[in-house]
């Protein structure tokens, strides 16, 4: 490791365990949104109340209720009939991905496109597990897609931080050294300041832990799953082999493949572009 990314990753873990380091906030419209769905007295007009604030996420929903992936039998031409359709969990989950790619923006060149690109992984891993956990699980497809979405969100603060230190910009390398090595526990530290579900906090960690083996299929094997399936065959992951990793044996799925899995690449584009 170079002495600077060394010394970078020193200063975050230190500022992680002083509570000192700035962690992102959710956007106003995420936290309305899950912030009404929490209580037990919500109804859906309050919710839609909500969300109509923000023309571009309701947008959003509608194209989500009407596209194949949710298979509607009429179509849905306003947010109330979106709303009800979802349910109001399904909803908020929903909201709160989309809203969050507002957050992944910088003021310079250089991060600005690393966001862009930590974003891009994200919308295609939450794609794949959208797709993954509808067709091999009993889990909740817009938790799991929720979990694709933020499986990278402690890279958020280490890119902000960079954008404040000119040595680290300036030096690609150690900032993406310092990104592999310390995102995953920034990461669950966010989500846990964010008061998301349990069965999602510690999904940056975990989906990066290929000998785990949960007593039953959970969201971080999903997202692991997603993950390694959406890598291109140069990346350094791509060499594992599936048949040892616990997550595939949960999912039932093998590298080989039985036919089954290239009958989704179509519904996983769909849901990536519908996310992207």
């Known amino acids: 490791m170079t002495d600077l990314a060394q010394r970078v990753q020193d200063e975050l873990i230190q500022a992680i365990e002083k509570d000192q380091l700035v962690l992102p906030t959710l956007p106003e419209v995420a936290l309305r949104v899950r912030e009404a769905a929490e209580d037990p007295d919500v109804n859906i007009a309050h919710l839609v109340r909500e969300i109509s604030n923000d023309a571009a996420l309701s947008a959003r929903l509608i194209k989500v209720v009407n596209s194949p992936l949710l298979r509607t039998r009429q179509e849905i031409t306003d947010l109330s009939m979106a709303v009800n359709r979802m349910g109001i969990t399904y909803t908020a989950n929903l909201a709160t991905g989309l809203a969050m790619a507002q957050m992944f923006q910088a003021t310079s060149d250089v991060i600005d496109r690393k966001m862009r690109e930590v974003w891009g992984r994200s919308t295609e891993v939450a794609g794949i597990s959208h797709v993954l956990c509808r067709h091999y699980t009993k889990l909740k497809p817009d938790q799991a897609t929720l979990a694709g979405l933020v499986h990278q969100i402690g890279v958020l603060p280490i890119l902000s931080y960079a954008e404040e230190n000119d040595q680290l910009l300036a030096d690609p390398a150690s900032l993406d050294l310092v ?95 519908l996310l992207g």
């Open 179 to 273: 990104i592999e090595r310390i995102h995953p526990i920034i990461g669950d530290r966010i989500l846990e300041a964010w008061d998301f579900p349990v069965p999602l906090r510690h999904v940056p960690t975990q989906h990066l832990d290929f000998n785990r083996n949960s007593p039953t299929v959970d969201y971080a094997d999903v997202v692991q799953v997603a993950m390694l399936q959406s890598l291109s065959s140069e990346h350094p992951l791509a060499q594992l082999d599936w048949n040892t990793i616990p997550a595939f044996a949960k999912l039932g799925i093998s590298q080989d493949g039985d036919g089954e899995e290239e009958d989704l690449s179509a519904e996983m584009e769909a849901a990536m572009a």
